[in-house]
């Protein structure tokens, strides 16, 4: 018993511990002798295995396996139950099971967004195929820049998983750079098309971040499409130097702002806002606020809700600022005026 690996408990007729090893000992957190005579605290019967938790005298618990079987010794039936500490299959258990939820869930949610664009393509392109259909010129091309809008849209879809299976993957660490961040706004701003001058942007043109320059768009992105879900233009981006070390991006809006009741959820996986100013059910994943938080820790900052005034509510995000450049080396002298 001495050199058994598990923890080995013999309890008596009336539920007491009579006999335990050094295993059972360091399992139950306390020294052998303290452990003789105490009640054992679990049923005990010749069953197959059960799961118990333990919580040790320091407050911490464990997930344990038992195993019981009886004999008689001495003229007394004993219970021998044998414990095997599982805490740590449990949670790798739990894990892989949290996980494969959430999967579930992802793919319910994807599957859903991405039957409309789809299936809006489809009538469309088939409209297009049809011989019998007469269009006229503008009616083909607004049937074209609606299939671009869905293009863009399951594109934008695709985009959004792959930034969440590379966090699931932890590989969130890109190579930071130093970004010029009024530069780069404009540059990016032509992404957004026609919703592009429905952006008002502050920043000084000195301030530069130090950042992966696609985790950058894609933090700033979701803010701007939450910003057009759910408040109303203009929409601002206001760019300010927080301290030596960090800058603050503030993406705000006109919008009657966020219920206090949906803020402490916002950041969470799957989780969705409320109904938009139009009184429409919000569509989305509930995974762009997720993804702008968990870049923004990765690269070192961090992404929150502020719910400002009545009329300027807005999201923010923290980033690192670039370090600043070593100054030049001095130019050594020249050999004739050293030796001079």
């Given at each position: 018993m001495?050199?058994?690996?598990d923890?080995?408990?013999?309890?008596?007729?009336?539920?007491?511990?009579?006999?335990?090893?050094?295993?059972?000992?360091?399992l139950?957190g306390?020294?052998?002798r303290?452990?003789?005579?105490?009640p054992?605290?679990?049923?005990v019967?010749?069953?197959?295995?059960a799961?118990?938790d333990?919580?040790?005298?320091?407050?911490?618990?464990?997930?344990?396996?038992?195993?019981?079987?009886?004999?008689?010794?001495?003229?007394?039936?004993?219970?021998?139950?044998?414990?095997r500490?599982?805490?740590?299959?449990?949670?790798?258990?739990?894990?892989?099971?949290?996980?494969?939820?959430?999967?579930?869930?992802?793919?319910?949610?994807?599957a859903?967004?991405?039957?409309n664009?789809?299936?809006?393509?489809?009538?469309?392109?088939?409209?297009?195929?049809?011989a019998?259909?007469?269009?006229?010129?503008?009616?083909?091309?607004?049937?074209?820049h609606?299939?671009?809008?869905?293009?863009?849209?399951?594109?934008?879809?695709?985009?959004?998983?792959l930034?969440?299976?590379?966090i699931?993957?932890?590989?969130?660490?890109a190579?930071?750079?130093?970004?010029?961040?009024?530069?780069?706004?404009?540059?990016?701003?032509?992404?957004?098309?026609?919703?592009?001058p429905?952006?008002e942007?502050?920043?000084p043109?000195?301030?530069?971040?130090?950042?992966?320059?696609?985790?950058?768009?894609?933090?700033l992105?979701?803010?701007?499409?939450?910003?057009?879900t759910?408040?109303?233009?203009?929409?601002?981006?206001?760019v300010?130097?927080?301290?030596?070390?960090?800058?603050?991006?503030r993406?705000?809006?006109?919008?009657?702002g966020?219920?206090?009741?949906?803020?402490?959820?916002?950041?969470?996986?799957?989780?969705?806002?409320?109904?938009?100013?139009?009184?429409?059910?919000?569509?989305?994943t509930?995974?762009?606020l997720?993804?702008?938080?968990?870049?923004?820790?990765?690269?070192?900052?961090?992404?929150?809700?502020?719910?400002?005034?009545r009329?300027?509510?807005?999201f923010c995000?923290?980033?690192?600022?670039?370090?600043?450049?070593?100054?030049?080396?001095?130019?050594?002298?020249?050999?004739?005026?050293?030796?001079?």
């Amino acid at each position: 018993m001495a050199a058994a690996p598990d923890g080995i408990v013999v309890v008596d007729g009336q539920g007491n511990i009579k006999l335990c090893n050094p295993a059972a000992a360091a399992l139950f957190g306390r020294p052998a002798r303290g452990l003789l005579q105490l009640p054992f605290g679990f049923p005990v019967t010749a069953t197959g295995a059960a799961e118990i938790d333990l919580v040790l005298p320091s407050g911490q618990g464990r997930v344990v396996e038992m195993r019981v079987t009886a004999t008689h010794a001495l003229g007394e039936r004993l219970h021998i139950a044998t414990l095997r500490d599982v805490t740590e299959r449990r949670r790798a258990q739990r894990t892989l099971e949290a996980a494969l939820a959430r999967q579930d869930s992802e793919i319910a949610i994807t599957a859903h967004e991405l039957r409309n664009p789809l299936a809006t393509i489809s009538v469309l392109a088939h409209t297009l195929r049809d011989a019998d259909t007469h269009l006229t010129d503008d009616q083909r091309t607004d049937i074209a820049h609606r299939i671009i809008d869905s293009t863009e849209r399951l594109q934008a879809l695709v985009r959004k998983h792959l930034t969440v299976a590379r966090i699931d993957a932890r590989a969130t660490h890109a190579a930071p750079r130093p970004v010029p961040v009024l530069e780069f706004i404009l540059e990016q701003l032509g992404a957004l098309g026609e919703d592009a001058p429905r952006v008002e942007v502050d920043c000084p043109p000195d301030v530069v971040a130090y950042v992966d320059r696609g985790d950058l768009w894609e933090m700033l992105a979701n803010y701007l499409e939450n910003a057009f879900t759910y408040g109303r233009p203009p929409v601002g981006i206001h760019v300010t130097p927080s301290s030596p070390a960090h800058l603050t991006v503030r993406v705000h809006d006109r919008g009657p702002g966020i219920p206090p009741d949906v803020v402490p959820r916002l950041f969470r996986r799957f989780s969705r806002g409320p109904d938009t100013p139009h009184g429409t059910r919000p569509t989305g994943t509930g995974l762009g606020l997720w993804i702008v938080r968990n870049l923004a820790r990765a690269a070192g900052g961090d992404a929150w809700y502020d719910p400002g005034t009545r009329a300027d509510p807005g999201f923010c995000l923290r980033l690192r600022r670039a370090p600043p450049a070593p100054d030049p080396p001095t130019p050594a002298a020249d050999a004739e005026g050293a030796g001079a």
